[in-house]
């Protein structure tokens, strides 16, 4: 479990790119590396990673998207990022994406302190039901479920995964109280 004494959880703003970025590309990268389905596939190059977290902080810049990142000490072990719906229709829901975890870092309850912050990040922007997905099978879909998320269902053959096969997803959503 985590050791309070060690991990912490920040909100990231859009100022902390230049500051956090070599960190966040690692983190995505070791993420990748570990065949985990995130949307990229294994290997990832430095740049494929430096351009996906500049357009996440253009996302935080606009306020659409909160980032939260976990750190042991000084070192970025674990991230999430909310996106927040901003049509008039919708502005009480949100798409929780790409809840990363060191793979050294893994089964040390990380990824569950960053998925109950996100959460609260979500009721303190005014946000009742979030949604995810996550490849069928995997750890987080365990995480997910004792985390009381409801499945929705599963699309099979949804995403390639690192060894060539096509994957199915399941999608999930929570009501916050």
């Not at 719906?85 to 870092?105: C, D, I, T, W, Y």
Request: charged share 25%; hydrophobic share 45%.
């Amino acid at each position: 479990m985590v050791d309070p004494a060690h991990i912490s959880i920040e909100s990231i703003r859009a100022e902390d790119e230049a500051r956090l970025l070599p960190g966040l590309v690692a983190l995505l990268q070791d993420t990748a590396a570990s065949g985990a389905s995130v949307g990229f596939l294994p290997p990832l190059s430095e740049e494929e990673a430096r351009q996906y977290w500049q357009v996440a902080f253009q996302g935080v810049a606009d306020g659409s998207r909160v980032l939260l990142v976990a750190y042991d000490a000084d070192t970025i072990v674990g991230s999430v990022q909310l996106e927040l719906a901003m049509r008039p229709n919708g502005l009480h829901r949100a798409e929780v994406q790409k809840l990363f975890v060191l793979q050294s870092q893994r089964r040390r309850g990380i990824g569950e302190a960053l998925m109950q912050a996100i959460e609260q990040a979500a009721r303190e922007r005014g946000r009742s039901l979030l949604v995810l997905d996550t490849r069928q099978g995997d750890n987080a879909e365990r995480l997910y479920r004792r985390l009381a998320y409801h499945e929705v269902g599963v699309i099979p053959a949804y995403a390639l995964s690192a060894s060539g096969t096509l994957d199915g997803t399941v999608f999930f959503y929570k009501e916050l109280a």
